[in-house]
């Protein structure tokens, strides 16, 4: 077997020089996806104003005298601007993309707050803001529904206690009203916003290299195709007529496998990290190895259900897109549904980004080791059934 393996090993290494310039190319393009999201998410970073439409105040001068207040001395001018329009014009302003959403008020709206009461705003957004609009309109119905209301019984309160008591309570009541005035428009003293970092106590940039690293360490998989799949089982029939059981054969294949794996990816790796001008440590390296261990034996996996070059590649990439989206390596994991991001925790590839996140943030993880060795072996004995059951198949 030791021939065998010598054999194996040249065939892989002969292929390396290519391989590592097809890798290089996938490289830049990792490279150049990256940049993408990356300006990307400067771009969202930036102090831009929300668009909202109100409706319904143009006939009413205290409603007016609101929105000029807040246009003026609120905090939320930084990030909001208000824009008075009829409603069919708002609707086509938020239809263009024009506007984020917009504010209709009803018809006695002003009346009804002057009685302690609260008619109801009509709130309009579109499905790809929701989320954006869904907290600027908790955000407005606090301010109407707590500040603004009870302040407002409080007042009438305390004017009803000084006209019971033979006081004038024009100038206290004043006051009153400037004090609120300053609370509601000084909100900004109230809480102090905070960016928390997106995943595994990464920012945008450590997740997006560790996301991209596994698909880039999957594709560099793909590109051993034509060596990898097996047209038949000649030579492992041959074999075993000669005591050499199929189970040693997968592992001697594997292992030229994944050194001639580690071989490319560790020249682009390397000169990544020498142009970067990164320090790798010995830490790093090993939660790396690990990495390509484990996603190396689920493509040796794949390769070896695979019964032609055709239906190999179609599985490794079908493959490769659905697990790393659902991984979040393709597109941040705290975006997606509760259930998905638990899912990803038991995916190979979250484990390999997330140990991929550890070694950027220098700490390791026992758990996330003994999980990706487990799920590489898992992949190895997996390989050496479907093996066995197609030389027995061929032979039988």
């Keep these: 077997m030791k021939k065998y393996f010598l054999v194996q090993l040249k065939r892989m290494l002969r292929i390396v020089p290519p391989i590592?310039?097809?890798?290089?190319?996938?490289?830049?393009?990792?490279?150049?996806?990256?940049?993408?999201?990356?300006?990307?998410?400067?771009?969202?970073?930036?102090?831009?104003k929300f668009q909202v439409g109100v409706v319904g105040t143009a006939g009413d001068s205290y409603?007016?005298?609101?929105?000029?207040?807040?246009?003026?001395?609120?905090?939320?001018?930084?990030?909001?601007?208000?824009?008075?329009?009829?409603?069919?014009?708002?609707?086509?302003?938020?239809?263009?993309?024009?506007?984020?959403?917009?504010?209709?008020?009803p018809d006695g709206f002003l009346d009804a707050a002057f009685r302690g009461e609260i008619i109801p705003l009509k709130f309009v957004c579109s499905s790809t803001s929701l989320s954006l609009v869904t907290m600027l309109k908790d955000e407005l119905t606090r301010v109407v529904e707590t500040l603004l209301l009870e302040a407002?019984?409080?007042?009438?309160?305390?004017?009803?206690?000084?006209?019971?008591?033979?006081?004038?309570?024009?100038?206290?009541?004043?006051?009153?009203?400037?004090?609120y005035a300053e609370f509601v428009f000084d909100r900004s003293n109230v809480y102090r916003p905070s960016r928390l970092t997106v995943f595994d106590g990464l920012g945008m940039d450590g997740y997006l290299?560790?996301?991209?690293?596994?698909?880039?360490?999957?594709?560099?998989?793909?590109?051993?195709?034509?060596?990898?799949?097996?047209?038949?089982?000649?030579?492992?029939?041959?074999?075993c007529t000669h005591r050499r059981?199929?189970?040693?054969?997968?592992?001697?294949?594997?292992?030229?496998?994944f050194l001639g794996l580690l071989c490319v990816i560790g020249i682009v790796l390397l000169g990544a990290v020498v142009l970067a001008g990164y320090r790798v440590t010995m830490q790093a390296a090993l939660q790396g190895l690990t990495v390509v261990f484990?996603?190396?034996?689920?493509?040796?996996l794949m390769y070896e259900i695979a019964s032609d070059l055709i239906s190999g590649v179609l599985l490794q990439f079908f493959v490769i897109l659905a697990l790393c989206f659902v991984s979040g390596c393709?597109?941040?994991?705290?975006?997606?549904?509760?259930?998905?991001?638990?899912?990803?925790?038991?995916?190979?590839t979250g484990l390999a980004r997330m140990q991929l996140a550890d070694s950027i943030l220098q700490i390791s993880s026992f758990g996330t080791t003994a999980a990706l060795l487990g799920y590489g072996s898992l992949f190895i004995v997996g390989s050496m059934l479907v093996r066995k059951i197609k030389v027995v198949g061929v032979r039988g």
């Design 20 to 48: 590592v310039l097809v890798a290089a190319l996938l490289f830049g393009c990792v490279i150049i996806a990256y940049g993408a999201m990356k300006n990307l998410e400067e771009d969202s970073g930036k102090t831009t």
């Design 63 to 105: 409603l007016q005298l609101g929105l000029k207040a807040l246009e003026s001395l609120d905090s939320s001018r930084f990030v909001i601007e208000l824009a008075e329009m009829e409603e069919s014009d708002a609707e086509a302003a938020m239809r263009r993309g024009d506007i984020s959403a917009f504010i209709v008020i």
């Design 152 to 179: 407002q019984k409080g007042s009438y309160g305390a004017w009803g206690a000084m006209e019971e008591n033979g006081l004038n309570g024009n100038q206290v009541l004043n006051d009153i009203s400037i004090e």
């Design 209 to 239: 290299i560790s996301g991209f690293c596994v698909i880039l360490f999957m594709l560099i998989c793909l590109t051993f195709a034509p060596v990898m799949i097996h047209r038949d089982h000649a030579l492992s029939r041959m074999l």
């Design 245 to 257: 059981p199929v189970s040693l054969q997968v592992f001697f294949d594997f292992i030229a496998y």
């Design 294 to 300: 484990s996603l190396g034996a689920m493509s040796f």
């Design 330 to 348: 393709l597109y941040p994991i705290t975006f997606f549904p509760d259930a998905v991001q638990k899912l990803s925790v038991f995916l190979p």
